[in-house]
């Protein structure tokens, strides 16, 4: 079956102006993450979604970030006036999250982000 | 106070078996405890998860004593392609932290 997908997979912005990441998660899987991973860096959490609310934004690295979540499935990150220090791996991951067994985070291939 | 806590790095050759170690104090009743490993330009991969004692899939084997404070991934006989950085992560119904550690840089030599 599809996988996580993720577009654009590479975005090259010039500072100052807006970008849009979209992430499509599995059918079905509730649960939603964001996370950036700079060049030989660790993950690092953004947001999470459990259906279409987001319990934890505390990731957000600023106000000029936010996401959004419609109908369970389609996840949107905009980030507002770009800086140079925004430019990274931008993952998504989707889960089940319905039980024990359903913790497992599937991962998508990432949008590329550049900031001249 | 990090969530968890893990080597920075490892080195190991071909053929040995490699245990990487994490630290989880704050761990919840209700947590669960995840493995994930990521080559470079790729996301995350799921290895394994479990709750206690030990689990064991195809791929890795995860050891968990009685307190569930740590945990410690188990490879078997690695080859150079297990060079990777492996996270563990503390997962749960009520857990909504999704913080990844810093992960440990595995290097596999010939």
């Known amino acids: 079956g599809a996988g996580v997908s993720q577009s654009p997979s590479n975005k090259v912005t010039e500072k100052g102006k807006d970008v849009e990441l979209r992430c499509d998660p599995i059918?079905?899987?509730?649960?939603l993450y964001w996370y950036r991973q700079s060049l030989g860096q660790g993950l690092e959490f953004l947001i999470y979604?459990?259906?279409?609310?987001?319990?934890?934004k505390s990731g957000l690295p600023s106000d000029r970030f936010s996401a959004e979540r419609t109908g369970g499935s389609v996840s949107t990150l905009t980030i507002q006036r770009t800086q140079q220090e925004d430019s990274a791996v931008y993952l998504c991951?989707?889960?089940?999250?319905?039980?024990?067994?359903?913790?497992?985070?599937?991962f998508g291939p990432g949008t590329r982000l550049t900031v001249t | 106070l990090a969530k968890t806590t893990q080597p920075v790095s490892m080195d190991s050759y071909e053929g040995q078996e490699v245990n990487i170690t994490c630290s989880h104090n704050?761990?919840?009743?209700?947590?669960?405890i995840t493995w994930y490993q990521q080559f470079p330009s790729q996301g995350p991969r799921f290895i394994i998860q479990?709750?206690?004692t030990k689990v064991t899939n195809e791929v890795a084997s995860l050891f968990i004593p009685a307190d569930r404070k740590s945990s410690t991934l188990s490879l078997p006989r690695v080859s150079l392609s297990d060079t990777a950085v492996y996270y563990c992560?503390?997962?749960?119904?009520?857990?909504?932290?999704?913080?990844f550690g810093a992960g440990t840089r595995l290097t596999v030599k010939p």
């Open positions: 991951a989707s889960s089940l999250r319905t039980g024990p067994s359903s913790y497992e985070q599937y």
């Open positions: 059918s079905g899987h509730t649960a």
């Open positions: 979604f459990q259906g279409n609310s987001a319990p934890d």
């Open positions: 704050n761990i919840a009743t209700n947590d669960y």
């Open positions: 479990g709750y206690k």
């Open positions: 992560l503390v997962v749960g119904y009520n857990n909504n932290d999704m913080r």
